[in-house]
């Protein structure tokens, strides 16, 4: 199974997301853009990980879940990575004390856990579209889609599955858990 810890959107956040998109979309030669219903914040990428490991990640889960509380997260500007001769783009989140803690102790536990410790820095983004090809200059571009004035809130967290759905690339929830404290 192919796995991540995720934070998932309500519908009001998607909608949001998806309005930059479709500016996006307008402005693009070519793109990649992520489905509406697949738009969320990777908490961490596990990977291939066997079926037989998920009850050590729902336990981890757990275990995290129980330590940290409901926070606000706020979207913050739309940035790009360059990938050879299209990009990346996707929406940065504010800085926050909580999303870092809450990253950190997950991150922490899988290592306990014994398998491969991250050793890339977090960096909390919301991918918009791959293999970007702006229409006319990127930087414009991007600097003419403004802000994303817009905060929503976080009470749980979700182990997601990546497949494949009659073709269709498909994250699904495997297990939801209330961040409790
Ligand atoms: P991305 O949007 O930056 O590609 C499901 O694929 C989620 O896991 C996405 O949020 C994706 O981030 C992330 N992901 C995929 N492959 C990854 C990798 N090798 N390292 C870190 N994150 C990855």
């Given amino acids: 199974m192919r796995l991540f810890y995720a934070i998932e959107f309500d519908e009001k956040t998607k909608d949001v997301l998806a309005e930059k998109q479709k500016a996006l979309r307008e402005k693009a030669v070519k793109g990649n853009f992520s489905l509406r219903d697949n738009l969320h914040l990777t908490l961490r990428f596990m990977g291939e990980v066997p079926q037989s490991d998920l009850p050590v ?22 940035g790009t990575f360059e990938r050879g001769n299209s990009c990346i783009v996707w929406v940065g989140i ?3 004390s ?20 991250e050793t890339r820095p977090y960096k909390p983004h919301i991918t918009l579209a ?4 702006p229409d006319g200059d990127l930087d414009k571009i991007i600097r003419e889609m403004g802000l ?4 929503f809130d976080v009470k749980s967290i979700s182990l997601m599955e990546s497949t494949r759905i009659n073709g ?13 404290k």
Avoid: M, W
Wanted: aromatic share 10%; charged share 30%.
């Fill in 57 to 78: 990640l729902t336990g981890i889960q757990d275990a995290v879940s129980k330590r940290h509380g409901p926070f606000s997260l706020e979207f913050a500007e739309i």
């Fill in 94 to 96: 504010k800085r926050n």
């Fill in 98 to 117: 909580e999303l870092f803690e809450l990253q950190q102790d997950l991150e922490r536990e899988i290592a306990k856990s014994g398998f491969q410790p």
């Fill in 130 to 133: 791959r293999e970007f090809v």
């Fill in 148 to 151: 994303l004035n817009h905060k």
């Fill in 168 to 180: 269709k690339l498909t994250y699904l929830c495997t297990y939801r858990t209330d961040i409790s």
